[in-house]
């Protein structure tokens, strides 16, 4: 039983054990598996282990160990996230200083090349001509000649007496710059992010502005038109103040408009859909429209002189300005020789309605009135041989006595013709001027209460 107890606690003490070891590899196995690359350096320049590697004021690593090199160079194990990794070769790496304020305040600052370019293996070095060391500040100072440093240290002290007893004030406008600094480091870290997007505008650019550099005779022209037009805008100065003032309004209709003219285009949809059928039979028909509307180019170019030509009075525009006083007198009241006259059109209207009457009663004698004309501008007839001669009627001339016509003197035409005549025959119907026919279908009477009288007729009827 002491045997048995004892192989327990063994066996529990082993299995507590593995355990411990299985965790330690999970911990501390972890993180070998993480990218790391080797940068060697001139100097350390007072890195410490622990410092951040970033690109661009972003993180992507830290520095994991510093070693002396057989040549007495510094080399500086980086350890990369792997969002940043691989690295690629042609990395520039750079020792910066955060602030002057301190001494071991270092950190790695990563210049990344195109994503193109071969990858740094894991573990892989990058040689001291792609790194450059850290300048400190008195090295720098160093440089300097005597005369040098003590005009520096004068500039150093008149800034100290320029900000005396002006530290609150000089405090607040720093709280003032650092929105606008944080921005820019907000605007350059993304510009870095995508490092070969930014290259290619740039080189763009550089197109752009050679092209703009040929062009310098034709864009130094369009820059002269431009200086004449706005010469010119500023002429019209009063004009263009009336139409920026009437512009709001102008803009409040419009918008207006556009809102109906989207529902608009929305109705519209259906017609375009029904469209589609057609449009494709409408290409051959333009394509035959096209030498049509070649061909048009004269009569439309004369039609434009004709509607449009310099001069006065010479084209159909100045037909329509003239038309404007004469449609004035034709339509509207106009005030001629001390009195209000009537217009031209309404004149007209009121003579028409009261010459209806008058028309309607004339209208029966039309057949009287063209039988007039026709015997009086075709009298005789027509042979082969050419006009017959014409026979003019003479009343009161010539009489017949005795079975011979005689002239009658003209002291007594008068007496004859009312002895032999039929005056005063003012009121005939339709077809009294027409001798009477066996079917009594002249003289015409059109209703019973028409002024006409029936017994008008031509003499010997």
Same mark, same amino acid.
């Given at each position: ?21 299985? /965790? ?5 196995? $972890?993180? $070998? ?43 500086? #194990? ?6 940043? /990794? ?23 600052? @990563? ?18 001509? &792609?790194?450059? #060391? ?42 003032? @710059?650092?929105?606008? @600094? ?12 995508? #490092? ?7 080189? &763009? ?37 009336? /139409? ?18 989207? =529902? ?24 035959? @429209? ?39 007198? /034709? ?31 004339? *209208? ?32 009161? =001339? ?7 016509? &005689? ?16 005056? *005063?025959? #003012? ?35």
């Amino acid at each position: 039983m002491r045997n048995s107890g004892s192989l327990a606690r063994a066996a529990a003490f082993a299995a507590v054990l593995v355990a411990a070891v299985a /965790a330690a590899v999970i911990l501390l196995g $972890g993180s $070998g598996g993480a990218y790391t690359v080797k940068a060697q350096f001139q100097n350390a320049s007072q890195l410490v282990k622990g410092n951040l590697v970033q690109v661009a004021g972003t993180k992507m690593g830290e520095v994991k160990k510093i070693e002396l090199t057989d040549g007495g160079q510094a080399e500086v #194990t980086m350890r990369i996230d792997e969002d940043f /990794a691989p690295l690629r070769q042609g990395t520039l790496v750079t020792v910066r200083q955060a602030s002057l304020s301190g001494v071991a305040n270092r950190y790695l600052d @990563l210049r990344i090349p195109p994503q193109n370019r071969p990858a740094i293996a894991d573990g892989g070095t990058i040689q001291e001509t &792609s790194t450059t #060391t850290a300048v400190d500040l008195d090295a720098l100072f160093n440089t300097f000649d005597p005369p040098t440093q003590k005009a520096l240290q004068q500039v150093l002290q008149g800034s100290g007496r320029q900000y005396a007893e002006r530290g609150e004030q000089f405090n607040a406008g720093i709280g003032y @710059l650092n929105p606008a @600094l944080s921005t820019s480091s907000m605007l350059f870290r993304e510009l870095n992010r995508d #490092t070969p997007l930014l290259e290619r505008f740039i080189v &763009s650019s550089s197109k752009l502005v050679t092209d703009l550099a040929d062009r310098r005779e034709d864009l130094a022209g369009l820059i002269d038109n431009l200086a004449t037009t706005t010469t010119a805008i500023g002429d019209e100065q009063a004009a263009l103040s009336d /139409a920026i003032e009437v512009l709001p309004d102008f803009l409040r209709r419009s918008n207006t408009t556009f809102v109906n003219l989207r =529902a608009a285009l929305e109705d519209i949809d259906p017609l375009v859909e029904a469209s589609k059928p057609v449009a494709k039979k409408l290409r051959p028909f333009l394509a035959e @429209l096209r030498p049509l509307a070649r061909d048009a180019r004269p009569t439309l170019r004369d039609l434009s002189q004709l509607l449009g030509r310099k001069g006065p009075d010479n084209d159909l525009v100045d037909l329509t300005k003239a038309a404007v006083p004469l449609a004035n007198v /034709a339509t509207r009241s106009y005030t001629d020789n001390g009195k209000v006259r009537e217009g031209a059109f309404p004149a007209s209207v009121k003579a028409l309605k009261g010459t209806t009457p008058q028309l309607a009663f004339l *209208r029966p004698y039309s057949p009287d009135v063209l039988g007039w004309f026709d015997d009086f501008s075709h009298p005789g007839g027509v042979d082969a041989l050419g006009g017959v001669s014409r026979v003019a009627p003479h009343v009161n =001339a010539f009489a017949f006595l005795d079975g011979t016509l &005689s002239p009658i003197p003209p002291e007594i035409r008068s007496q004859a013709l009312q002895a032999a005549g039929f005056p *005063r025959q #003012t009121n005939r119907c339709p077809g009294g001027a027409e001798h009477l026919q066996p079917d009594n279908s002249v003289p015409y009477k059109p209703s019973k209460d028409f002024n006409c009288d029936e017994t008008q007729v031509l003499p010997g009827d």
